[in-house]
């Protein structure tokens, strides 16, 4: 992934008009993901606003399109705290096994070099990305308090897991 300061520095110039347009036409059922490589691209050019193309990660989870909602999450800074939290669920409850395989997958063909990911390093690395993302922490707690118990029982044990890493909790 790219690292956060070099974000600005890799964007592209695209009208917003020709933005919207490739959005709302990757969105619509009958497109069944056949733009969405140019989205990503739109996405990781820095051209896609979070705030502007409202229901963009909601169709990343709907369609569980890793690559696009890792994309949103790494290049999209004005991602509002309740994408955050949708974000935040589908990685820790809804995000299927056929979807971190075709992540994976994808991830292996663009990096043939690097060490291929199992399904709990894709999970952690999501997770990771939601993390770092700007908010306005209030806003985040009061999103995180809908969370169903399944929910948050993950995110507990993921919490957990970091303070073990880092020494600071018990084993």
């Known amino acids: 992934s790219v690292d956060r300061r070099q974000r600005g520095m890799r964007r ?54 890793l690559l696009l909602l ?7 800074s004005d991602l509002p705290e309740s994408d955050m939290v949708r974000a935040l669920r589908h ?4 995000c299927s096994q056929s979807a971190m395989h075709a992540y994976i997958t994808a991830h292996a063909a663009s990096e043939p070099q690097v060490q291929v990911m199992d399904y709990d390093t894709v999970r952690r690395h999501l997770l990771d990305l939601v993390l770092v993302l ?10 995180l308090r809908e969370m169903s118990l399944k929910e948050a029982e993950r995110m507990l044990r993921y919490c ?12």
């Open 91 to 94: 990685v820790l409850v809804t």
């Open 134 to 143: 700007p908010r306005d922490h209030w806003l985040l707690v009061a999103r």
């Open 12 to 65: 592209a110039l695209v009208s917003q008009p020709v933005v919207r347009w490739v959005v709302d036409k990757a969105t619509q059922s009958d497109a069944k993901g056949a733009l969405d490589p140019a989205v990503i691209a739109l996405v990781k050019a820095g051209s896609v606003s979070a705030r502007t193309e409202t229901g963009l990660l909601a169709y990343a989870v709907e369609k569980d399109n």
């Open 160 to 171: 957990h897991s970091l303070l073990k890493m880092y020494g600071v909790a018990p084993s």
């Open 70 to 76: 890792e994309a949103m999450l790494t290049h999209a």
